[in-house]
């Protein structure tokens, strides 16, 4: 099974989780910006992470062997917080980066004017750039935040075949289902979408314009649940086919609209760079 | 892991070049598409000075990651990140905030791929940004 995590928090994670991931058949990540948690307090903070998502991570992915990507925005909570409105300045920058895929993630956390404006901004620069969105669906009021955010969405006038719709649920799957935007489902332990779930939601719309996602971060979850949910596909009775297009063929051709999609390393295994920037992952003396 | 090193320095080699080599060079490699993006941009960091932010690290994957045919010292990218520079406005204090600010916050490539002779017609102040 080759898997592409179309959306995981891997700066979160351990070396590991990359170890087990590698083992389970990832070979590809894409990691979107997101809140991390406690509250940045200016520009400068996000400079450091945007800089670390291109520069650090797929370092630490490579020695593992899987390749990494990165979605680089302003996400929908910060977006309320004045301190942080100029990283609507600086994202030129990092959007045109070589290993960012898409604009990523926007959307809406508790409808604000705020995220609005914010989530608005950020799908202009995404088609000044060329490149796929992935926006956040809220967990509460899912339903009127996905109808807001498609609202947005076909305001903007970009092309729904970029953009992906995150984090939805049997209930929120129906509204996105005919706009020609993508499906993106996160599957969670325990609570929201597990993968018995996935299956159920596969099985009713078809594996056409799906991702499905562990959207693994710093908070309770777990970054072998595309490998779980694509276990679940052929148990229900899906073919090998159907799986590896949702957790493989389907990321690849929703990112590589980015045209700078690299889902395999180049180098082959275990030659990958031992520094980044004469930094390395290694303890004690080299 | 280990203590963090900073930022790697290469040497640079002594001198400055002339640019119109860079140029009629890079007239003849890169593709057609590829010229027309760095005419374009030329012309775009000559009217809006924040451009170059979002166009450094475009180059390579707009322009090409080769040698140089005719210029082999060269890379493709570094030449045509070099030829960018002068189009930028000059400022009496100091580096362009823009221009600073992209060298601040360029990756090791970025940096290193203007780390070379600098044409003459870069204003001093940017020769900075330019040699690193
Ligand atoms: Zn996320």
Redesign the interface.
């Known amino acids: 099974m080759r898997i592409l995590d179309p959306h995981i928090h891997m700066t979160s994670r351990t070396t590991d989780d990359y170890r087990a991931m590698r083992a389970a058949g990832v070979r590809c990540v894409v990691e979107p910006s997101f809140w991390l948690g406690q509250p940045r307090t200016s520009v400068g903070s996000f ?1 450091d992470y945007f ?1 670390s998502l ?2 650090w991570e797929p370092f630490r992915a490579a020695r593992f062997g899987i390749a990494h990507h990165c979605a680089v925005a302003l996400n929908p909570k910060e977006a309320n917080d004045p301190r942080c409105a100029g990283v609507l300045d ?1 994202l ?7 290993s960012v895929v898409a604009v990523g993630e926007i959307g809406f956390d508790s409808m604000t004017g705020a995220e609005a404006k914010a989530f608005t901004a950020q799908l202009e620069l995404a088609v000044a ?1 060329g490149l796929p969105v992935l926006v956040h669906t809220p967990h509460r009021d899912k339903a009127a935040g996905t109808a807001a955010s498609l609202e947005l969405v076909a305001a903007s006038g970009i092309d729904p075949g970029l953009v992906v719709l995150d984090h939805l649920n049997e209930v929120t799957v129906g509204q996105v289902a005919g706009t020609g935007c993508w499906m993106g489902f996160s599957v969670y332990p325990d609570t929201k979408m597990d993968p018995a779930r996935v299956v159920r939601v596969l099985r009713e719309y078809g594996t056409e314009r799906v991702l499905v996602n562990s959207a693994a971060d710093w908070g309770h979850s777990d970054p072998l649940l595309t490998r779980a949910t694509g276990e679940a596909m052929l148990a229900a009775g899906f073919a090998e086919d159907d799986v590896d297009r949702v957790l493989w063929r389907n990321p690849v051709e929703f990112y590589g609209q980015s045209g ?1 999609l690299r889902p395999l390393l180049e180098e082959p295994d275990g030659t990958a760079p031992a520094e980044h ?7 004690g003396p ?1 | ?2 203590a ?5 320095r290469e040497a640079l080699p002594a001198g400055r070049v002339d640019a119109a080599p860079l140029r009629a060079a890079l007239d003849q490699d890169p593709t057609p598409p590829a010229r027309r993006w760095l005419r374009e941009s030329q012309a775009r960091v000559a009217a809006e000075p ?1 451009a170059p ?6 180059v ?2 707009r322009c090409g990651r080769g040698v140089l045919t005719a210029l082999p010292d060269w890379l493709t990218e570094g030449a045509a990140r070099t030829v960018l520079l002068p189009a930028l406005p000059p400022h009496d204090a100091g580096l362009p905030a823009e221009a600073a ?2 060298h601040h ?1 360029g ?2 490539k970025e940096r290193r791929a203007a780390g070379r002779p600098v044409p003459p017609e870069i204003p001093p102040l940017l020769e900075h940004f330019a040699r690193r």
């Open positions: 400079t800089a291109v520069g600086i030129p920058r990092w959007l045109a980066k070589d750039e700078r920037e004469g930094n390395s992952i290694a303890r080299r | 892991m280990n963090p090193g900073g930022p790697q924040a932010a979002g166009l450094f690290p475009a390579g994957r600010s992209c916050d990756d090791a």
